[in-house]
């Protein structure tokens, strides 16, 4: 391991690490690890969990599936549902066009 890189994640209030749980059941959590190496706007090296690394490109705009992911870049099942929906109307519609195109034609 380089010395020079930060070993936690270096976004404040990250509690990305999950330690396990106190005696009345209470999760323990801490910073994360830091996974992702990126420069700064200083050009300084910083250290950031995936975790945040996800939320930052959620916020952002530009993680993969943004219109179906919630602020903490999990899939929300209600977005999904939606999109879901809207495949099998699309596809019922190309079926039913796809039947009138061979009633036509014959």
């Known amino acids: 391991m380089n010395p020079d890189r930060p070993t936690h994640c270096e976004i404040p209030g990250c509690q990305s690490l999950y330690i396990g749980t106190t005696a009345s ?3 323990i ?3 994360g690890k830091a996974d ?3 420069r700064d706007r200083f050009d300084a090296l910083r ?5 945040c690394y996800l939320r930052g490109l959620v916020a952002d705009g530009k993680a993969p599936n943004q219109d179906l992911l919630d602020d903490d870049g999990r899939f929300d099942p209600a977005k999904v549902r939606r999109n879901w929906g809207a495949i099998e109307h699309a596809q019922m519609e ?3 066009t796809a ?3 061979r009633r036509s034609e014959t």
């Open 47 to 51: 250290g950031i969990c995936q975790a």
């Open 36 to 38: 992702i190496f990126v």
């Open 25 to 27: 059941g209470e999760p």
């Open 94 to 96: 190309l079926e039913a």
């Open 29 to 31: 959590r801490k910073r």
């Open 99 to 101: 039947k009138r195109t």
